[in-house]
T-cell receptor, first 111, second 110 residues
Framework: EAGVAQSPRYKIIEKRQSVAFWCNPISGHATLYWYQQILGQGPKLLIQ????????DSQLPKDRFSAERLKGVDSTLKIQPAKLEDSAVYLC?????????FGPGTRLTVT | GEDVEQSLFLSVREGDSSVINCTYT??????LYWYKQEPGAGLQLLTYIFSNMDMKQDQRLTVLLNKKDKHLSLRIADTQTGDSAIYFC??????????FGKGTRLSVIA
């Protein structure tokens, strides 16, 4: 069974630029999550989707972050414009029942 | 304080047992998890325990849950150099998202 796929793996941008991350969850997983992991911290939830509907986006900085999950499968997370403090690893995860599986993450560096 | 707390570092000798500890504040947590993160990689689900269980064993891994003290531990028997990584405790209540600790960096000395 293929795992959660993410791209790109690394991205370096300047502040005020835009960036987008892509995630393909495990086949059949209805729930998809985006987490932000700052260096030295545990992951923190940004947004949770159930199929193509948003379940929880209370921690998403909506003035600059947006996410969508078209057709209830792939998802994209966008940051526009980026700030220095957005430098982090962005992890996508998908779940079925009680098991949540993570992708390899995208390491974003904002200079 | 933090919802989930872990000590930051643990160092053990190869072949010894490692015990990684976690304390939490929400007594209504339903599932408690252990994830492993190697450098540059995502999080790997190691094991999890339901809140009505006290112990779960899976090969070299033993999870102990003390609900009274809100304490979760992960014991790794016969620790190997490949076990060197950051280990995250995480918990969930119902349909709420996972809440993670800051992680414990395990270093295995050959």
């Amino acid at each position: 069974e293929a795992g959660v796929a993410q791209s790109p793996r690394y991205k370096i941008i300047e502040k005020r630029q835009s960036v987008a991350f892509w995630c393909n969850p495990i086949s059949g997983h209805a729930t998809l999550y985006w987490y932000q992991q700052i260096l030295g911290q545990g992951p923190k939830l940004l947004i949770q989707f159930q199929n193509n509907g948003v379940v929880d986006d209370s921690q998403l900085p909506k003035d600059r972050f947006s996410a969508e999950r078209l057709k209830g499968v792939d998802s994209t997370l966008k940051i526009q414009p980026a700030k220095l403090e957005d430098s982090a690893v962005y992890l996508c995860a998908s779940s079925t029942n009680y098991e949540q599986y993570f992708g390899p993450g995208t390491r974003l560096t904002v200079t | 304080g933090e919802d989930v707390e872990q000590s930051l570092f643990l160092s053990v000798r190869e072949g010894d047992s490692s015990v990684i500890n976690c304390t939490y504040t929400d007594s209504s947590s339903t599932y408690l998890y252990w994830y492993k993160q190697e450098p540059g990689a995502g999080l790997q689900l190691l094991t999890y325990i339901f809140s009505n269980m006290d112990m779960k064993q899976d090969q070299r891994l033993t999870v102990l849950l003390n609900k009274k003290d809100k304490h979760l531990s992960l014991r790794i028997a016969d620790t190997q150099t490949g076990d060197s990584a950051i280990y995250f405790c995480a918990l969930v209540k119902g349909n709420t998202p996972l809440v993670f600790g800051k992680g414990t960096r395990l270093s295995v000395i050959a």
